[in-house]
Nanobody, 127 residues
Framework: QVQLVESGGGLVQAGDSLTLSCAAS????????MAWFRQAPGKERELKAA????????YYADSVKGRFTIFRENAKNTVYLQMNSLKPEDTAVYYC????????????????????WGQGTQVTVSS
């Protein structure tokens, strides 16, 4: 079983930066493809960034491309989401998710493909 614990959320102003962290345990971290989803009130959970097991392949949703960066430190069993130029529309609960693809360069794009989830961390961006 994989456990994921997010941290780093908070209240910031528009234009600020914030870095979220997700610490994984219970499985060799390099066997996990990781992702960050977010869910705003009344909306579906949406994928915003994903990274392959080997860290070579990344994916970003158009809404965050150029502003957010996903990266991983396998030695620390942690994946990060660096968020710059934050906007009020980035306000949401951010969830870390993990999957165990066979191929090291695979990323997944839908929530159903990630069997492991963290508890979420709130990010609020004021205007």
């Amino acid at each position: 079983q994989v456990q994921l614990v997010e941290s780093g959320g908070g209240l910031v102003q528009a234009g600020d930066s914030l870095t979220l962290s997700c610490a994984a345990s219970g499985r060799t971290f390099s066997s996990l493809a990781m992702a960050w989803f977010r869910q705003a009130p009344g909306k579906e959970r949406e994928l915003k960034a994903a990274i392959s097991r080997n860290g070579v392949i990344t994916y970003y949703a158009d809404s965050v491309k150029g502003r957010f960066t996903i990266f991983r430190e396998n030695a620390k069993n942690t994946v990060y989401l660096q968020m710059n130029s934050l906007k009020p529309e980035d306000t949401a609960v951010y969830y870390c998710a993990a999957a165990t693809p066979y191929y090291s360069g695979s990323v997944y794009y839908t929530a159903r493909e990630y069997p492991y989830w963290g508890q979420g961390t709130q990010v609020t961006v004021s205007s």
